[in-house]
């Protein structure tokens, strides 16, 4: 199998169930290595919950998600292990208030993977700098706005070097201008192979960065393509629809 | 003049009466520390069982805190003294230790529980996803941001835990209260031993409230 090829995230017929609320109504798709995929949908589409099925934060009510070829429904208890592979970065940023920003980047690959202190810190600080946040190391989180909080998530999952990005609303909860920031890093993430699934309202970053676009209304993936098609030639009524809402 | 000095030496300074108050405090200290870390444990297992998935688990811990709140302590003293280890020999001073890191624990698990609820839930999430299991992402993310919030309210629980243990005299242990009180008993006079052992506890209260004060304070700095 080429790298080109290999499949690192697969769901089938995934589906998710809030008690009567049916929000995931059978996903099927296919992630190949070094995809970028944008997942886009009006609210309460089941966009974030679909993305966080794949890593196990919600346990799905039916249907398979594999990672790189393992089924997460059952390998549970390897869940752990599962989760390394694939890092995540939230809307809301969940940086660890109480420790700085060098530690938020280093706790886990210390702890959970038991790597040399010394090895991991020389990584955090490269991370950092990557985000372009050197300056910020010994900071804590409080003392950063909202774009470099995000850019410090975003380090801090990729010290762990999983093979797979998701990301939740990255830029939802930032003001405007801090926007542009965020979305630069992730593009570079992009350039450098990184394989993404992102959900966004940021149509640019879509359009501009993404290989494919998901669709998503009412729990279902309604319309999928590249972005020329979905952006310029939707055929779903409800793609039109909402694409007439946010460009 | 004289009768202040009076009144110290036929208190404290005859036959060394001073020793009733000084082996008293001394058993009240010991109380009431290795109390304070028995019921820290007791309290933090409970609070993880109350907070848990596990049903049993916190059926368990739901019990346990509903069974030591809604008790009298004194009646919880004499229970386990007279009735838990009424044929045994222990001495009286595990007794209370026990019994007061146990009452104490039900106290605790509460506030550690409170603490826990108060962190934002996507803590354990970003944690998790960085593939920490359960146990190390409440270890290192989720108690280290609980255990600052509860500062104040672990203080107050220390400072009550101290002030409880005055009703060692029940299982016939000399601490700090019954020292004074066997002064009184001895010199008819209760104002001197009485108002020197409510001194004592004063300032040892304060004490503890210094001393957490500092610990609060150092840890806000170090989040500026």
């Known amino acids: 199998m080429s790298n080109e090829d290999q499949v690192m995230i697969e769901t089938v017929e995934l589906c998710k169930n809030f008690g009567e609320l049916e929000v995931l109504k059978g996903i099927t798709t296919k992630v190949n290595r070094g995809e970028v995929i944008s997942i886009i949908g009006p609210s309460g589409s089941g966009k974030s919950t679909f993305l966080r099925c794949i890593n196990l934060l919600e346990e799905p009510t039916s249907g398979e998600v594999y990672i790189e070829g393992i089924s997460v429904m059952e390998h549970k208890k390897d869940i752990n292990k599962l989760r390394q592979k694939v890092g995540m970065v939230f809307q809301q940023f969940n940086l660890f208030p109480h420790l700085k920003v060098i530690d938020n980047v280093a706790l886990a690959p210390i702890k959970v993977k038991k790597l040399d202190k010394e090895a991991v810190y020389a990584r955090a600080r490269q991370l950092l700098a990557r985000v372009g946040l050197s300056d910020k190391a010994e900071a804590y989180p409080a003392q950063l706005s909202g774009g470099q909080k995000q850019r410090v998530a975003i380090a801090r999952a990729l010290a762990m070097d999983p093979d797979v990005m998701l990301f939740d609303e990255p830029t939802s909860a930032l003001d405007p201008e801090m926007v542009g920031e965020v979305l630069d890093v992730m593009k570079q993430l992009a350039k450098d192979g990184m394989t993404m699934l992102v959900v966004s309202h940021e149509m640019g970053f879509a359009r501009e960065v993404s290989d494919r676009v998901l669709f998503m209304d009412a729990g279902i993936i309604a319309e999928e393509g590249t972005p020329a098609q979905i952006f310029s030639n939707p055929q779903n009524e409800r793609t039109r629809a909402f694409l007439g809402k946010v460009l | ?224």
């Open chain 2, 1 to 224: 003049m004289d009768g202040l000095y009076n009144a110290i030496y036929k208190n404290f300074i005859r036959d060394d009466r001073y020793m009733y108050i000084l082996n008293g405090l001394k058993i009240t200290i010991i109380i009431a520390l290795a109390a304070a870390v028995l019921g820290m444990v007791i309290g933090v297992v409970m609070a993880l069982g109350k907070t848990s998935k596990n049903k049993i688990f916190k059926a368990l811990a739901s019990t346990y805190v509903e069974l030591i709140r809604g008790t009298p302590t004194v009646v919880q003293l004499l229970i386990i003294y007279y009735i838990i280890f009424g044929s045994t020999a222990v001495p009286k001073l595990m007794v209370a230790i026990v019994a007061f890191g146990i009452n104490s624990g039900g106290y605790v698990a509460e506030i550690v529980r409170a603490g826990i609820q108060a962190v934002d839930k996507g803590q354990m999430e970003a944690a998790r996803s960085l593939g920490m299991p359960y146990g190390m992402a409440m270890r290192h993310i989720i108690m280290a941001q609980a255990f600052r919030n509860i500062l104040p309210a672990l203080t107050n629980e220390f400072i009550t835990l101290l002030k409880e243990t005055s009703v060692s005299g029940f299982i016939a242990l000399d601490d700090l209260t019954k020292g004074a009180d066997i002064i009184r008993s001895m010199t008819f006079d209760p104002y001197t031993p009485l108002l020197t052992a409510a001194a004592i506890y004063l300032v040892l209260t304060n004490l503890i409230s210094f001393i957490f004060g500092k610990i609060e304070r150092r840890m806000r700095i170090s989040e500026q």
